[in-house]
């Protein structure tokens, strides 16, 4: 029930996706449920011009699902702290030159499940206010959605730059909202991400600058002993892998990453 529950919570994740679309989409209230029929999800119905009302299919519900599953990287990327995250933790192994070290898969992982310790009291806001009173017959389909999308609207906004919220607002030729409750996600997605890869590549920057400098005092050092043909980072790679284990770095980088969005 547990894991059921959570494959509804993704889905529910593409609620702005459905919002941003929400004027060219047809109404699509819950039927009630039958009596002694056990809990689960209520059935979608899709409301024609003449006012009749026509039940979805299994076969279609399915296919549904199936078209909705493959939208999650896109929301993954573009609406939750994984961006960030992922950008500083390659920026880190660029910094160090360790090419390959730690591996593509090992660094996608470690963002994944930062990812979602991070957007956890979200994941719970939004189950609490849609998922849960959608599975239990208090709201239908069209209410759930905009109260299970209201966490992440609200997260976005939280962690973007209001130059870049301004800039988008006025590219989408709209006035200044009074509240963040008024931002539509057309504007909010864009602005949060540019916001994200700014904020990545500030800490990224940051992160160079130790281990640039040991790169320069060791080419420095092999110049003024005449050892021109000694890669220097052959001979800087121990001294950077020693300093970020000394300052215990991956607690430090892990910790201010995570720290980075309740601030």
């Not at 959608?134 to 966490?151: F, H």
């Not at 904020?199 to 021109?228: C, E, K, N, R, Y």
């Not at 892998?241 to 969005?261: C, P, R």
């Amino acid at each position: 029930m547990k894991s059921f529950r959570w494959i509804l919570l993704g889905l529910l994740l593409l609620c702005p996706m459905l919002l941003w679309a929400a004027p060219a989409m047809p109404a699509m209230p819950s039927m009630p449920q039958m009596p002694g029929s056990g809990a689960g999800i209520p059935v979608l119905t899709v409301q024609n011009a003449a006012g009749g009302a026509q039940n979805w299919t299994l076969s279609l519900q399915v296919l549904a699902l199936m078209t909705v599953l493959t939208l999650l990287p896109a929301v993954l990327l573009m609406m939750t702290s994984f961006t960030r995250i992922m950008i500083v933790l390659s920026f880190l192994r660029q910094a160090l030159g360790t090419q390959s070290t730690p591996s593509n898969q090992i660094l996608l992982g470690l963002s994944l499940f930062l990812t979602l310790f991070v957007m956890s009291p979200v994941l719970n806001r939004a189950y609490t206010d849609g998922v849960k009173p959608y599975m239990d017959g208090q709201l239908s389909a069209e209410q759930a959605v905009p109260a299970a999308a209201a966490p992440f609207k609200h997260f976005m906004l939280d962690q973007t730059r209001d130059a870049d919220l301004q800039l988008f607002t006025h590219l989408a030729n709209e006035k200044p909202y009074a509240s963040k409750d008024d931002v539509p996600f057309r504007v909010a997605m864009p602005a949060f991400v540019t916001s994200e890869l700014k904020t990545a590549f500030q800490m990224g920057f940051l992160l160079f600058i130790p281990f640039l400098i040991i790169d320069l005092v060791v080419a420095s050092v092999l110049m003024s002993m005449g050892m021109m043909m000694v890669s220097p980072t052959i001979i800087s790679l121990p001294f950077k892998i020693m300093l970020f284990v000394l300052v215990d770095g991956w607690t430090l980088l892990l910790g201010t990453l995570a720290g980075s969005f309740y601030t």
